[in-house]
């Protein structure tokens, strides 16, 4: 994976601690790559001196750095490696063929969309995808992406997200207050400042209701500035990044749940946001854009409603409906969460994921897959 500890990347954590067998984390990305002991594979006067190889002879010092990497994978035994992202499948690939260790790449959402992504590692893809035995895609969508970046239909897996319906559980949208959340960081993609104007729209007519926006990001001091600049200050909460058992009590205490996720100008885009499953896993109904993986998990009209990408109206006017309505609120929320609880669980998406990882393993690095 490309890094640890991130706070939004709780779907990766799941596969380290849930997986039904052994794993170990490598982390970083080229120059250096980290074990699971936190120390970089390759020692540092080795990567000093590729360092100056590489700017003075034009050595291409990825090749000492695949070299280390394959010779600690067969080291180590592994079965299978699961490269989180398509990057890190792209910067692996060599290596668990030398190593001849099966490799399985999971995309997310931005490795397969992004323009400055696919600029860097677009090119590189087609290759990979034939070194690997799998490619994971989590939303319908991303399923056609790969498909047009390269990737073999016979070995793209639709996988989507999975969540517990232990933690998140209990809400009651219909004896809520008016109350609405949106989890996730404050990037251009999930549109922050566009689900501002549309409950600040929707506020003008409903002025009992709440926002709770949980989250950091780059655009935060810009979405604090926007609420300050409409003067409703009383209205919107921004509480920060926050750990996802406070964001399950949070939502315990909600309407409903709002995200204004968009493609972006640069292209990038959704794979499936997490806190859409959370939010109907609580038992709330989501007001959000018909975009990316969204459309996979939320029945239109039924366990949510669902407007167009930057229709600002349409979303204050969804919300508004909500606001109104507890009753329907209630029910579109218990049928959200009995939809999640029969395809979307995190013990459904970890049995799928090892399957496939399984499978890898047990067909080997053969060369018709390369």
């Not at 959402?109 to 994971?136: K, M, N, W």
């Not at 655009?219 to 209205?235: D, I, K």
């Not at 996720?261 to 989501?286: F, I, R």
């Amino acid at each position: 994976m490309p890094a640890r500890g991130r706070y939004s990347e709780t779907f990766i954590r799941a596969h380290v601690e849930r997986l039904p067998f052994p794993c170990e984390e490598l982390w970083g990305g080229f120059f250096p790559y980290y074990g699971p002991d936190g120390r970089p594979l390759v020692p540092l006067p080795l990567r000093a001196f590729g360092r100056v190889l590489a700017s003075g002879l034009g050595f291409d010092r990825r090749r000492l750095e695949a070299r280390y990497l394959a010779r600690f994978l067969g080291s180590r035994g592994y079965a299978v490696v699961l490269a989180e992202y398509g990057p890190t499948g792209v910067e692996t690939a060599a290596s668990c063929r030398q190593a001849a260790v099966p490799l399985v790449i999971h995309f997310h959402g931005y490795d397969a969309y992004s323009r400055e992504v696919l600029d860097r590692y677009g090119p590189a893809y087609p290759q990979a995808f034939q070194a690997a035995a799998a490619v994971i895609a989590v939303s319908r969508d991303m399923v056609e992406q790969l498909a047009r970046l390269g990737a073999p239909r016979s070995r793209i897996h639709y996988l989507p997200y999975g969540v517990d319906p232990l933690l998140f559980s209990g809400a009651e949208p219909g004896d809520a207050p008016p109350l609405f959340i949106a989890v996730g960081r404050f990037v251009d993609k999930k549109a922050p400042l566009s689900t501002l104007e549309a409950f600040v729209g929707m506020l003008q007519r409903v002025p009992t209701a709440r926002l709770v926006m949980v989250g950091d990001g780059d655009l935060l001091e810009p979405a604090r500035r926007f609420v300050a600049s409409r003067g409703v200050e009383h209205a919107v909460e921004f509480p920060g990044a926050v750990t996802p058992v406070e964001v399950a009590r949070l939502m315990r205490g909600a309407r409903a749940f709002v995200q204004h996720s968009v493609t972006t100008d640069y292209g990038d885009s959704e794979g499936l946001p997490l806190a859409v499953l959370e939010a109907q896993a609580s038992g709330l109904p989501v007001v959000a854009t018909r975009h990316a993986g969204i459309k996979d998990v939320v029945v239109e009209g039924e366990t949510g409603l669902l407007v167009g990408e930057h229709d600002v109206d349409a979303m204050a006017g969804a919300m508004e409906d909500l606001a109104r309505a507890p009753g329907i609120a209630a029910r579109m929320g218990a049928a959200g969460r009995e939809r999640i609880i029969a395809h979307f669980t995190v013990d459904h998406n970890i049995s799928c994921l090892a399957a496939v990882l399984t499978k890898a393993a047990a067909a080997g690095n053969s060369p018709e897959r390369r």
